[in-house]
Nanobody
Framework: QVQLVESGGGLVQPGGSLMLSCAASGSIFSIYTMGWYRQAPGKQRELVAAITSAGSTNYADSVKGRFTISRDNAKSTMNLQMNSLKPEDTAVYYC?????????WGSGTLVTVSS
């Protein structure tokens, strides 16, 4: 079992920045592929960025060059640095831990990009 807790969401103006954090507990953090997903109102949840246990990353095309995912296995944490935010980035952002066919989810943190 893995427990995931997100933090760092909030209201930001277009063009601004936020950093989301995910704190994990309950299992060996380093063995999981970690990811950030988001779900906007009326839309399906989508992958934003993921990072493997070895540190390889991938990003949704919509956030490439603006968002950076990172992890600290020693601290069992994962971050998502979000720059140049756009109104279309508004969503609930979820932390995910994945290994084989098992997924764990946090409860989400709301990011609102609005002037």
């Amino acid at each position: 079992q893995v427990q995931l807790v997100e933090s760092g969401g909030g209201l930001v103006q277009p063009g601004g920045s936020l950093m989301l954090s995910c704190a994990a507990s309950g299992s060996i953090f380093s063995i999981y592929t970690m990811g950030w997903y988001r779900q906007a109102p009326g839309k399906q949840r989508e992958l934003v960025a993921a990072i493997t246990s070895a540190g390889s990353t991938n990003y949704a095309d919509s956030v490439k060059g603006r968002f950076t995912i990172s992890r600290d296995n020693a601290k069992s944490t994962m971050n998502l640095q979000m720059n140049s935010l756009k109104p279309e980035d508004t969503a609930v952002y979820y932390c995910n831990a994945h290994r084989f066919s098992v997924d764990y989810w946090g409860s989400g943190t709301l990011v609102t990009v609005s002037s």
